[in-house]
């Protein structure tokens, strides 16, 4: 990754984590319980007292003889058997309770975009990134000069965990085979497999009307901030930020606004899929707004397809809301 100041000099921007430390997936950290799940709880030396089958209700709780109304919601299968033999010992003498998993649907992760099928998964076994996409169908292809193309940008396509984007590389895992990216899936893990067909960009931030511009020649910073209605009150006026390329391995360009709008400095002229950013406090270096304009394009990329393909899809925000971007995310809309 590197930053370009004007178009000449490039100096290194903060390294990116690599895939190692993405964190456990689903088969590696112990599972909690969640509504819908159903265990088996069998009482030590007591076999007529087994249930075989005990179900987690909405509320996160199950019951068990005389342990009513356990909340287990986020509990692991040792702490649940912990709880209801604590419960138990009012009753009985040194219960020793069994809790196997029988049927366990609370978890699931969701896959978007150009795949051939899109939606929210029940993780029900360890998965990996690859499996994932498997299971979804792959991506999609469209013919084109009579031969069949993806029709997937994996440069830009992401997975998202608790917030945060993963250091992940689409290309490299799906078309050099580069295992290292194939990460195990953990609970809640959001994938999105962006369009090739997508010709637009991106002006967000600090900007009357954040959102995505259809791509057309002589496209240029400040004209792309004109389309948008222009600055805001509270806009840093004097660099905007340029995002172009891979999610994995992008370019930062820094553009001398203050100097364009004097005069001094010529336009800086935009490609398709740039994301230009606005900040709405003074930054000195790029790394100091690199991630906001990155958390902000994923919000508006997350917002802008699902908007338009399943806009009841989620109850609560794939990412948080960035102070960074005024405008509530689902207003990218043009």
Known sequence: MAVVLGFFAQIPLRAQEPAAEIGPGYGEMPYRLGAGDVVSIQFYGM????????????????????????NVRGKTLTETRAEIESRLAGFYRNPRIIVTPISLVSKSYTIMGMIKMSGIFPMDQPLTLIEALSRSG???????????????DLERSFIIREGKRLPVNFRKLM????MSQNIPLAPGDYIQISSALANDYYVLGAVRKPGREGFTEGASVMAAIAKRLGFQDTAYREHVLIVRGSMSDPKVIVVDTDAILKGTKKDVPLEPKDIVYVSNRPWYKAEEVFDAAVTVFLQASVAAWTGANSPVFFQKAVLPFTPYNLTPPGSTQP
């Open 138 to 152: 792959g991506t999609i292809s469209g013919l084109f000069d009579r031969r069949y193309v993806d029709l997937a």
């Open 47 to 70: 076999p007529d007292l087994t249930r075989p089958e005990v179900t987690v209700a909405p509320d996160g709780t199950l019951s068990y003889l005389s342990a009513t109304g356990i």
């Open 175 to 178: 078309l050099e085979g580069d």
